[in-house]
């Protein structure tokens, strides 16, 4: 057997360190959202007896798992699917721009401890989309013989599968002028798992995933995903690794008494199989060799994802079977939202990246919007980092969720990530040693060069969200100066992630959460919670403990109105002082696309000064580079008007043109 079954190194450290935990009891001591890391156990004694032949524990003594979903469309017979509406309204003429529909797949997570449909309460939830002007009415079209029930009180439709086959969920909206609008979503139900067939190291056969996909399997066997059970029978998880733990460490794990589809629980208890009572090394080779067809579902593997595969080889390559190949979030929360230790999921649930009705992912994407989707759309960001031109990206609506960053089959970059370490900004500047952070920087950026964007025969405005630039002190159009900078490209070791990615406020002596816990830092990516708890303290480190807010007072009058604000006022005032320059000009500034309209006789300096404000305007975060932001807003009037900003303690050192 291969050797790399029987080790866990080299394997991404924060997979390994939530999912090796994860489902176990709940820590006696309070503790913050940040997984602790797997410890080494001390030498373990002998197991008392050999995996299966008894005195461990029975698939009939483990905990029933609470009810999820994984908002995908394709999963076992016995499990529960749920979706939710959402509806966009129609344009002036009902007749050529009809109202939409859409069927939005929801994610049940453990995190919610449903145990039963009836008792699951959707208004509870805080993460759900809120839709007015409509009525919805749900239907269920479920194959012959199932007897399967629709629900559908507080806004999210959900059932129970019973039987093989496809179950078709329609959704009808209609708004106040009675004008309608459908939508469906088709899940199937398989009843059998074939398991990735690599478990055993020996070469994998039809229907086995490996035996197609084989260079995709061998990549995903060197992720925690591959051993979390394996290494976890074996002694080298957490310390309170148990029983509890397997219905996500195993694939097709479901042991409601509904769910017989072929699943782990399910080969396990047919098998006789017990989880060990002592973890200790050679229970996972004593597994494979008393109860091999139940280790060969061990382990997160390719159908805890995709669903079961048992319909999906046809013999026919034109013709596959049903399996699930989406990107919704659900697939990980399954098993990743397990608070309060565990809570990644319910940190992205409110991020920005999490707003599934945002502007950002629905109008720039589409055929019409090839060079947009690299960002806009997950599948087209997957295409881009694969190198994929514009014209083979995937353009279909798709939110920023977790797999869109962190590549589920392969470990060669820390934490899974799909773009690790350097990026190409659209200047020319090569960003190196970025860590993480290039995975933000290949988005957060301006999207086209400076110079060609002033210079050019077609002006164009920077992207807004432009960090990328800013923190490496670039992005705008300097007329050739080289402008001043703050230090935090230099002093931040990962960059955006520092910041915007610090740990979250934990929880009190009582295991209160926080003001703030989950709503700023970690996957939230916000500095700032709704309610306005701002995450200072990574900013601490540097500027003391006295510093409580991000609204610093400013240093000098950088603005010339004769006060010293803050830096935000700062900028914001060296903005209105340049924004009368241009209107005096002819510049007319819009609050959507193209943004700003040219005269017809605009001069570089000019296109300069007008590229200058839509960046500063768009990316005013002082923290991102203010020593720039202001230089570069200065520098800009004085280019535009052929004087310095009257009054204004200058950060530019040359003189204005002759």
């Not at 699943?263 to 200790?280: I, K, M, Q, T």
Request: hydrophobic residues 35%; contains cysteine; negative net charge.
């Amino acid at each position: 057997m291969s050797g790399k079954w029987n080790a866990i190194g080299g394997l991404v450290a924060i997979l390994a360190a939530v999912a090796l935990a994860a489902c176990s009891a709940t820590p006696d001591t309070p503790s913050d959202s940040t997984p602790q890391p797997a410890v080494e156990p001390t030498t373990p004694p002998e197991p008392t007896s050999p995996a299966g032949s008894g005195g461990g524990t029975a698939l009939s003594e483990i905990s029933t798992m609470p009810i999820v979903t994984t908002a995908s469309d394709v999963v076992g017979v016995g499990a529960v699917v749920a979706a939710e509406p959402y509806a966009i309204p129609a344009g002036e003429d009902p007749e050529t721009e009809p109202p939409q529909a859409f069927v939005m797949p929801y994610a049940i997570t453990p995190d919610m401890q449903v145990e039963s449909l009836e008792a699951f309460d959707p208004q509870a939830q805080s993460y759900r989309i809120e839709v007015e002007g409509f009525k919805f009415e749900w239907s269920l079209q479920p194959p012959d013989g199932s007897n399967a029930r629709l629900l559908t009180d507080g806004g999210v439709a959900r059932w129970q599968t019973d039987v093989p086959g496809a179950y078709v969920l329609t959704l009808r909206a209609t708004d106040s002028n009675g004008n309608t609008a459908t939508d469906s979503w088709t899940v199937h139900a398989v009843d059998g798992y074939v398991g990735v067939g690599l478990m055993d190291g020996d070469e994998p056969a039809l229907p086995e995933c490996a035996s197609c996909h084989r260079s995709k399997s061998e990549a995903w066997a060197q992720t925690a995903h591959a051993t979390v059970f394996s290494e976890g029978i074996d002694g080298h998880a957490t310390e309170d690794y148990g029983p509890n733990c397997i219905s996500c460490h195993t694939t097709g794990f479901d042991n409601h008494s509904e769910a017989n589809n072929g699943g782990f629980d399910d080969v396990a208890r047919e098998a006789g199989w017990e989880f060990p009572s002592v973890l200790s090394e050679g229970n996972w080779e004593q597994m494979l060799e008393d109860a091999p067809e139940v280790a060969a579902l061990a382990n997160v593997q390719c159908e805890s994802c995709h669903g079961p595969g048992s319909e999906h080889v046809t013999g026919d390559v034109e013709a596959m079977g049903p399996i699930a190949i989406g990107l919704e979030y659900g697939t990980c929360a399954q098993c990743h939202a397990q608070g309060p230790t565990y809570t990644i999921p319910q940190q992205w649930e409110n991020s920005a990246h999490a707003d599934r009705t945002a502007h950002a992912f629905w109008y720039p994407i589409g055929e019409d919007h090839r060079d947009c989707v690299a960002c806009h759309t997950g599948g087209g960001y997957i295409d881009a980092a694969k190198g994929l031109p514009p014209e083979e990206r995937r353009t279909d609506y798709q939110p920023i969720t977790c797999a869109v960053c962190h590549d589920p089959h392969h470990s060669d970059r820390p934490d899974q990530l799909r773009v690790f370490d350097q990026v190409l900004l659209p200047d020319g500047t090569n960003v190196t040693e970025a860590g993480a952070a290039a995975t933000c920087m290949t988005c957060h950026n301006t999207r086209v060069d400076p110079v060609r964007a002033v210079e050019g025969s077609r002006f164009q405005t920077p992207h807004y969200s432009a960090a990328a630039e800013l923190l490496s002190g670039t992005g705008g159009y300097t007329w050739g100066e080289k402008l001043p900078s703050t230090l935090h490209s230099l002093i931040l070791e990962e960059s955006c992630i520092t910041c915007h990615m610090a740990d979250t406020p934990g929880v009190d002596e009582a295991g209160a959460p926080l003001p703030g816990h989950n709503e700023v830092g970690g996957h939230t990516f916000a500095m700032t919670s709704p309610d306005g708890v701002e995450n200072v303290e990574v900013c601490q480190l540097c500027h003391g403990e006295s510093m409580e807010t991000f609204t610093m007072v400013a240093k000098r009058d950088y603005d010339g109105d004769g006060r010293v604000e803050t830096n935000e006022q700062e900028i914001d005032g060296l903005l209105r002082a340049l924004e009368r320059q241009l209107k005096v000009r002819g510049v007319q500034l819009l609050d959507h696309y193209p943004y700003v309209v040219l005269p017809e006789d605009a001069s570089v300096d000019l296109k300069g000064a007008v590229y200058n404000y839509k960046l500063a305007s768009s990316n005013a975060i002082p923290a991102h580079n203010l020593q720039y932001l202001v230089s570069l807003l200065q520098l800009s009037y004085q280019r535009l008007t052929g004087d310095e900003l009257p009054g204004a303690d200058l950060l530019i050192s040359s003189p204005p043109p002759e």
